[in-house]
């Protein structure tokens, strides 16, 4: 059911509930006090309520609600006019409730009418019947008021239910911003992992165009054009894989595996940008070293890492790649020794009031990278330290929960 139908069915049994006995009650009086008639009509009251909860319980709400409103006018109407109990205020708790319950104009334009027109008869053209002996003054103040209550009862239920509808409504919202923050991290990994590759097939091809290649090398550069090729179809899987698992909002799933294997896929990823460039890439990883992390995320991380210290490396640079356990974590560092940055930039790098800023080669970014490094490292119980020394380069620190071996130990640094 959706949501504004649930509230006002719940509204109907609040209301139907507690006049049950309400109604009950005053059957036995008025019993007692021979108005057999009155009586009768109170006893169809309780039992017509009780349908409804019925007619609830076997999930015809339409039906539960006519059947309340068109019973209740008429026995309300008649009980009104002939035993002059006040009940036209009843009537005025009807008329509340159709407006709250129903959208229809038309619906509730005729309702309105009849509602309105029984009223006026009972206050303007009141009955009398022998069979019909009046209630007494006390009785129609007990009434009055109780159909006021009601009303208060309608109105502030209704205002609940406009709350919760608002709060429904605003839980939405910011379910739908979350997933469309998740939406622009995803874009940002897709661009930035096929960014690279394409951009040396881009190279290769222009150089291929302009004769650049001699013939007796085209046989090695073809080789090399399939190798990128099938680098960024592995590429384009891994994301695709990995986007379509958080389509549902980005969250960690953390598995224990070795980080050296991970680490050799990173660095094979942007082996043309080394060559390219002719970096030096040093690593320290041990081969048992194990992380308990997301698999896919740590990647993100790393392949961030380390393309920022190649975009800002200078050719024929060094770059350190080292790993160690540290207690519980991991630390797993990217040291370059290019451009570096001030202190300033380092305090923005993590924000979105961040300004990118240029490689050696002219490369720039989005500077959405490192935010989503950071998140992802929050998401694995991380976190990231940066330190930078301006044309003396920069070091990246990622702490990660250290791996279980299967032994159900923590993995060895060494």
Not at 160 to 180: C, F, G, P, V
Not at 263 to 286: A, C, H, N, W
Not at 328 to 340: C, E, K, M, R
Not at 358 to 367: A, I, L, S
Request: glycine share 6%; hydrophobic share 45%.
């Amino acid at each position: 059911m959706p949501f504004i139908e649930s509230r006002r069915t719940r509204l109907l049994n609040l209301l139907a509930i507690p006049c049950i006995p309400f109604m009950l009650f005053f059957s036995a009086l008025n019993c007692y006090q021979g108005r057999y008639l009155l009586s009768v009509f109170n006893l169809l009251t309780s039992c017509i309520n009780v349908f409804v909860l019925w007619l609830h319980w076997k999930q015809r709400y339409l039906s539960a609600r006519m059947v309340a409103i068109l019973c209740s006018v008429l026995i309300y109407t008649f009980t009104g006019l002939f035993f002059h109990n006040g009940a036209e205020y009843f009537l005025l708790n009807i008329l509340i409730s159709c407006l709250l319950v129903y959208d229809n104009k038309w619906l509730n334009a005729g309702l309105g009418i009849l509602i309105v027109t029984a009223f006026l008869l009972i206050v303007f053209m009141p009955q009398h019947w022998r069979a019909a002996n009046p209630v007494p003054q006390s009785r129609v103040w007990v009434n009055v008021a109780t159909s006021l209550l009601f009303i208060i009862i309608a109105l502030s239920f209704f205002k609940h239910i406009q709350s919760d509808y608002q709060r429904e409504i605003e839980k939405q919202r910011e379910a739908l911003a979350t997933m469309n923050k998740d939406k622009e991290k995803l874009f940002s990994i897709v661009a930035h992992d096929i960014r690279s590759p394409l951009a040396t097939l881009e190279i290769l091809l222009d150089m291929f165009q302009k004769g650049e290649y001699p013939e007796e090398e085209m046989e090695e550069a073809a080789a090399m054009l399939h190798k990128k090729i099938s680098q960024l179809g592995g590429s384009l899987d891994n994301v695709l894989r990995w986007s379509s698992r958080s389509m549902k909002g980005i969250q960690a799933q953390a598995v224990n595996f070795y980080l050296g294997p991970l680490t050799t896929e990173v660095l094979y990823f942007f082996e043309m940008t080394i060559q390219q460039k002719g970096i030096r890439v040093d690593t320290s990883i041990p081969g048992d070293l194990m992380l308990y992390a997301d698999k896919d995320q740590v990647s993100v991380i790393l392949r961030n890492f380390l393309s920022n210290a190649l975009k800002f490396s200078y050719a024929g640079g060094l770059i350190e790649l080292k790993a160690q356990a540290a207690g519980a974590q991991v630390a797993i560092s990217i040291t370059d020794h290019g451009t570096g940055m001030p202190p300033t930039q380092v305090l923005h790098l993590f924000s979105y009031n961040q300004s990118p800023g240029y490689g050696t080669n002219g490369e720039r970014g989005t500077g959405l990278g490192l935010i989503l490094c950071k998140e992802f490292a929050q998401q694995n119980g991380g976190t990231i330290t940066v330190e930078s020394t301006v044309d003396k380069g920069t070091r990246f620190t990622v702490y990660l929960p250290v791996g279980i071996t299967a032994e159900g130990k923590d993995a060895p640094a060494s």
